[in-house]
Structure formats: structure tokens, C-alpha cells
């Protein structure tokens, strides 16, 4: 490990504590920011903000997903081909995906004029992830297709966060399966082991689920850090912060952001009102059926108008760029990198 990358770990590491300690934006990662997957952006020529309308206080979809399935069963289900036309569309209007840990610390790399999008699969169906006979992910998984998007979408990063449960994608330790998925920059996240009511649960429960999960993911792919969680059912512990921080059995745990099931677009990470706590997502379902008002095409369409206020990248990310006068204010841990214009 470089010295540029030893320090991105230590910053991401003290992000973390500051977050568990007092639920506030984690520090910002500094000359590091652009580092992602270990791997450090190609260099861009500077671009004017005001030339790509760069709005880095907006909005930005976390989209979540659950079974991708030809016959969906129920309104969290959505068809290969559902999911295939989604992300096409994501990579026509200019997404580029990010991990949840990417966003959560301010990491978003991404060029100018561009928009990021968090990609989240909870409870680590094999609809999501299966490796085949070749080592390689079947096609007709979630994984399989957006590997797909990608090759026809250069500059549509293939990554996404796995929110998993004990046996993710039906693998007994997780080795084979969240080996591949680290190894291609995707982030496994915590879902806890039995994806357990934790509004229900005792204290010693939710910090047992929390914990055994963390330990399993570790143990599959040694060196891991765990960062991020998806609340079950989007239900919160009581109190709250035990999905934050805790320890059981030894294992401690410590998470950069809590994620909800939500139904909106969460604020910018350099945003004043973002909580890394309460994170709200958006559930993945077409132009009509239940709910479909709080779902992901009405919310893709809101972003796309002219009112939509939608983050919009710089392509620095060393600064913070955002219209002058805009209503939204930068958090105080990013200030030193706010460019107004």
C-alpha cells in the first residue's frame, strides 16, 4: 500500500468514529478524495463549473433493489429486462455509479457534467449474484447485466454496494462469491445475519446480528472493512445508535452511514441536512403500480427537469462546486472546499 493510499485508510478509519461518536458528516478525505476501489482517477483538465451547471449540493438517487426475477412476485421484485432498461437509462442521462462508503465520504469522483447514482442490493439473492461453472457471474443476474450496461456504456462504472445476510448468494461462508465482488470494486455492506426486525429486537440482539454479520463478511474476505448498513424492513433499533456503533463477541462495529428504505433522494453528502444516520433510498419499480409516486421512474423523471436539482459533478474533486445563491448550505466539516459560482 502507497503512502497516499495508508493515509486515505486512516482518514476513512477516523470518519468512521467521528460518525459512531456524534452521528455528524464524516471528515472530509482531502487530496484523497479521489481515490476509489484503490485506484486513482485518471487526471482531467480543469472545467469551468458554470459550463456543466456543476450543482454538488444536489440530490443524488440511492437506488435499492431486491429480486430480479422474470415473474416478480411482489412490488420489490422488478424483471431482468426491467432492470436492464433502468440502467440503460441511468447511463443515458449521464449517471455514473459509486459505492454507498464512496458516497457516504464524500468520494465522488466522477466527471464533469456528470451525475452520481448509489446502485443497493439488499438480502444477497442469487438473482442478484451467482458465479458459474467459469468463475464469472451468470448473465441473467444483477450483476451480469450491469457488468453488460458497462461494456456498452463506457464511463458507466460497474459497481454497486451488496447489503448481505449470513450465506450471501446462497454461498455457505461467502469465500467464493464476496471475494469476486471485493476484487471488482464492489462494496459489501451489512444486512444484518438474519435480516431481523431490529424495532423488535433487544439491544443484545441488534448488536449480535450486527456483529456475526460483520464477523462472517471479514472472516469470507480477510481485510475487509465493513462500512455501511441497510436497516431491515428500514426499521431503526431502539435507541438508533446501536446500528452505528456497538460490539458483541469481541467484534466491534462502527458504520460510516445507516441506510433507510425510504422513498426519496437523499441530500448531497456536503449538503447541511444530510444524515449519515437516516440515509433514504428509492425503491426500483416502473411509471405505475403501488406507490409507484415514492418509486425510482417518477423520482429519475423529477431529477431530469430543469427544477429537478440534481448533483451535478465539477469533475474536481478537490472542490465543492454549487451555484451561488443556491438554497442549500455546506456542511461545516466541507467548507474549506466550497467554490461557489
Known sequence: MNATMTRLAAIVSAGALAVSACGGAPEPVGDAAGKAAGKAAPARPPVDPASVRANELGRVP??????IVPKPTTVYDRTPADFRAELERLAREGYVPITAAEFVTGRIDIPAGRHPVVL???DSTISQFALGPDGNPLPDTAVGILLDVARR???FRPVATMFVNSAPFNDPDGRRTLTWLHRHGFEI???TAT???LGSSSAAKVRQEIAANQKAITAAVPGTTVRTLALPFGIKPNPPSLAVRGEHGGVRYAHLGVFLVGSNPSPSVFDASFDPQNIPRIRSQGPKGQDANFASTRWLNDLASPEGDRYTSDG???KISYPRGTTAQVAPAWRKLARPY
Open 153 to 155: 456504456h463506457p464511463g
Open 195 to 197: 435480516h431481523a426486525n
Open 316 to 318: 474536481d474533486p478537490a
Open 120 to 122: 443497493t442490493f439488499d
Open 62 to 67: 440511492v437506488l435499492m433493489y431486491h429480486q
Open 189 to 191: 455492506g451489512n444486512h
